[in-house]
């Protein structure tokens, strides 16, 4: 089967740190790119940052660029996302995702994990 299993969230306090991690499986482990998205209550899906796996491409949103790092383990078939300088507004559940295309588009992303809760309290 296809899966993948997120990892490492939970509640920390503004300022501070968190290393999510999603490791992938299956036929998912051929695809282009792995990404984060993030969902709040009441808001839309958005994206967060995308890795791929067949060259060395990462992207970042505005939004966390220069507190968030993507990085990959290409042997473990992972990818983390190192989360610092947590703010509350980063409250979200935190979903990862693989796609066969370098792209930012939700819609374009065929696989999802179940996602990781990451509170941050004031």
């Known amino acids: 089967q296809v899966h993948l299993v997120e990892s490492g969230g939970g509640l920390v306090q503004a300022g501070g740190s968190l290393r999510l991690s999603c490791a992938a499986s299956g036929r998912a482990v051929s695809g282009y790119a792995m990404a984060w998205f993030r969902q709040a209550p009441g808001k839309e899906r958005e994206f967060v940052s995308a890795a791929s796996w067949v060259a060395g491409n990462t992207f970042l949103a505005d939004s966390v660029k220069g507190r968030f790092t993507i990085s990959r383990d290409n042997a473990r078939n992972t990818v983390y996302l190192e989360m610092n300088r947590l703010k509350p507004e980063d409250t979200a559940v935190y979903y990862c995702?693989?796609?066969?295309?370098?792209?930012?588009?939700?819609?374009?992303?065929?696989?999802w994990g179940q996602g990781t809760q990451v509170t941050v309290s004031s």
């Open positions: 995702a693989a796609s066969s295309l370098w792209t930012t588009l939700l819609k374009n992303y065929n696989y």
